[in-house]
T-cell receptor, first 108, second 114 residues
Framework: QKEVEQDPGPLSVPEGAIVSLNCTYS??????FMWYRQYSRKGPELLMY????GNKEDGRFTAQVDKSSKYISLFIRDSQPSDSATYLC????????FGTGTSLTVIP | DGGITQSPKYLFRKEGQNVTLSCEQN?????MYWYRQDPGQGLRLIYY???????QKGDIAEGYSVSREKKESFPLTVTSAQKNPTAFYLC?????????????FGPGTRLLVL
C-alpha cells in the first residue's frame, strides 16, 4: 500500500465551480499536510499547509485535514481558468511523501 | 531575490556522458533534496542532504551522485550508469525544526537524451 493515494483525474470543471481535491494516507504519524500547485513544465508551488487536524482558509482555497479518517482535502471556490494545473498533496512524517497529483482543467 | 534556482532549464545528454544539474538556494534552509518526476509517477526522491558534507540516498539513487560542499548548493550528477535519465528534475529545500517543515521547489531542469 502506498503511503499517500491521490486520484490522478483528470478533472474538468466549468469556470466558477467548486472543486474538491482529495488524498488519503496510511501513516497516522503524519503531522504536516501540504498542497502544491504545479503548472505544466514548472516546479510545484506551495499553496497551503496545515498542522494536524482542522481547516485552513486562504482566499478561494480551503485545506481540510481529518486525521481520524486519514483524509485531506483542498477546496477551490469560484474556480478560474488560471487554476488549471496539477495539484499535489504532500505530508511529512520522518520524510516527505507526495501524492501523484490530480490534473485540473477549468473551462471558461 | 530569494528562492531556489536551477540550471540549466533544459539539458541534453549524449550516450555515455555524465551531466551535472545545478541547484542553488538563498533561503538559508538546512535540507536540500533532489526529485525526479515522470508522467503519472509523481515525485521520486533521488538524494537528500540535511547538513553540509553529508547526504543520504533516496528511493532511486542508482545512477546518480551528489555533493554538498556548501549550504547553498546541492548539485546532482546524472552518470552514464543511469540508463533512463529522461525526466523532469526538481530540487527542493526545507528548514529543519522550528515547528514548520514544508518543502519549497525550484523551477526544474528537463533532461533529454540525444
Amino acid at each position: 500500500q502506498k503511503e499517500v493515494e491521490q486520484d490522478p483525474g483528470p478533472l474538468s470543471v466549468p469556470e466558477g465551480a467548486i472543486v474538491s481535491l482529495n488524498c488519503t494516507y496510511s501513516n497516522s504519524a503524519f503531522q504536516y499536510f501540504m498542497w502544491y500547485r504545479q503548472y505544466s513544465r514548472k516546479g510545484p508551488e506551495l499553496l497551503m499547509y496545515t498542522y494536524s487536524s482542522g481547516n485552513k482558509e486562504d482566499g478561494r482555497f480551503t485545506a481540510q485535514v481529518d486525521k481520524s479518517s486519514k483524509y485531506i482535502s483542498l477546496f477551490i471556490r469560484d474556480s478560474q481558468p488560471s487554476d488549471s494545473a496539477t495539484y499535489l498533496c504532500a505530508m511529512n512524517g520522518n520524510q516527505f511523501y507526495f501524492g501523484t497529483g490530480t490534473s485540473l482543467t477549468v473551462i471558461p | 531575490d530569494g528562492g531556489i534556482t536551477q540550471s540549466p532549464k533544459y539539458l541534453f545528454r549524449k550516450e555515455g556522458q555524465n551531466v551535472t544539474l545545478s541547484c542553488e538556494q538563498n533561503l538559508n534552509h538546512d535540507a536540500m533534496y533532489w526529485y525526479r518526476q515522470d508522467p503519472g509517477q509523481g515525485l521520486r526522491l533521488i538524494y537528500y542532504s540535511q547538513i553540509v558534507n553529508d547526504f543520504q540516498k533516496g528511493d532511486i539513487a542508482e545512477g546518480y551522485s551528489v555533493s554538498r560542499e556548501k549550504k547553498e548548493s546541492f548539485p546532482l550528477t546524472v552518470t552514464s550508469a543511469q540508463k533512463n535519465p529522461t525526466a523532469f528534475y526538481l530540487c527542493a529545500t526545507s528548514s529543519l525544526g522550528g515547528g514548520l517543515e514544508t518543502q519549497y521547489f525550484g523551477p526544474g531542469t528537463r533532461l533529454l537524451v540525444l
